[in-house]
């Protein structure tokens, strides 16, 4: 069972940025890909981006060239960097793990808000 703990919301002004963490109670490697999801009120839990075991990366087109995934295998650890915020990205941010055995369900982070308000 792998634990994963998002930390790093608050808020910020537009413009602005922020740095979201998750950190895994074991093994990221083992996973085939590590990734942020975002969930606005009212709305369905959307992806932002992910990143593969390989180190391949993937973006909500909303957030490209703004938003830059990484990972520390090392520290088990995934990172969002969030720049140029906007209103519209104002959710809870959960941190998922897929794993690579096909069937398993994933693992999912219990959120961290981001407001983005002047």
């Known amino acids: 069972q792998l634990q994963l703990v998002e930390s790093g919301g608050g808020l910020v002004q537009p413009g602005g940025s922020l740095r979201l963490s998750c950190a895994a109670s074991?093994?990221?490697?083992?996973?085939?890909?590590m990734g942020w999801y975002r969930q606005a009120p009212g709305k369905q839990r959307e992806l932002v981006a992910f990143?593969?075991?390989?180190?391949?990366?993937t973006y909500a087109d909303s957030v490209k060239g703004r938003f830059t995934i990484s990972r520390d295998n090392a520290k088990n650890t995934v990172y969002l960097q969030m720049n140029s915020l906007k209103p519209e990205d104002t959710a809870v941010y959960y941190c998922?793990?897929?794993?690579?055995?096909?069937?398993?369900?994933?693992?999912w982070g219990q959120g961290t808000q981001v407001t983005v308000a002047a």
């Open positions: 998922n793990a897929k794993p690579k055995v096909i069937g398993l369900l994933d693992y």
């Open positions: 074991g093994s990221i490697q083992s996973m085939y890909r």
């Open positions: 990143i593969t075991s390989g180190g391949s990366t």
